[in-house]
């Protein structure tokens, strides 16, 4: 069906809150992706779910982050205690092979 | 830990002229692409070379993966606004299955 779907688009928080960030994949992709990018910048790599393998979540940049991934689609990005640096575009990507297929990612702005 | 630099970083050229962006790593990659992304959207692949040598080229852009597999190069003939941009390339690493390692960037503006 469509493609990769991301919500909320946009999220404005107060630092010291907490934020979930959805992302709902392609139908059939085995592999879902987080990024994070900050303004113009280059992807940073969060964590990666591949099938019902266990998640690698070597990009993460503190405990203060997490991911899940429920029945092996829909997945959720959470931060919690949010700090002013976690301001940035939070993208998600989901992949059946080598190709990865973006959404349109959620701008979070912490205050 | 496995980094891609791409280089510029900026480039602003007049529409019509040529230009070369450059990913380099010391770690050797199975597969790399370049992706392009617009602003207020997610990046969207262009090509994937998996060979070392290998050229591809989709009309007006040029794909090169270095003959050990560490580098790549896009080079655009006749730029055009269009082309304006963030151009990213991403690698598949040997050791790690399926995580894909992303540059830095290039924003590419092409002035009419």
């Known amino acids: 069906g469509a493609g990769v779907s991301q919500s909320p688009s946009n999220k404005v928080t107060e630092k010291g809150k907490d934020v979930e960030l959805r992302c709902d994949p392609i139908s059939g992709h085995t592999a879902l992706y987080w990024y994070r990018q900050s303004l113009g910048q280059g992807l940073e790599f969060l964590i990666y779910?591949?099938?019902?393998?266990?998640?690698?979540k070597s990009g993460l940049p503190s405990d203060r982050f997490s991911a899940e991934r429920t029945g092996g689609s829909v997945s959720t990005l959470t931060i919690q205690r949010t700090q002013q640096e976690d301001s940035a575009v939070y993208l998600c990507?989901?992949?059946?092979?080598?190709?990865?297929?973006f959404g349109p990612g959620t701008r979070l702005l912490v205050l | 830990t496995q980094l891609l630099e791409q280089s510029p970083q900026f480039l602003s050229i007049q529409e019509g002229e040529n230009l070369t962006v450059y990913c380099n790593s010391s770690s050797v990659f199975s597969s790399l692409q370049w992706y392009r992304q617009e602003p207020g959207e997610g990046p969207v692949l262009l090509v994937t070379?998996?060979?070392?040598?290998e050229v591809k080229k989709l009309k007006r852009l040029t794909f090169q993966f270095g003959d050990a597999r560490k580098d790549s190069s896009l080079h655009i003939t006749a730029a055009q606004p269009g082309d304006t941009g963030l151009y990213l390339c991403a690698g598949l690493a040997r050791s790690s299955a399926s995580k894909i390692i992303f540059g830095s960037g290039t924003r590419l503006s092409i002035r009419p």
């Open positions: 070379v998996v060979t070392g040598g």
């Open positions: 990507a989901s992949s059946y092979g080598e190709t990865q297929y």
């Open positions: 779910f591949q099938g019902n393998s266990a998640p690698d």
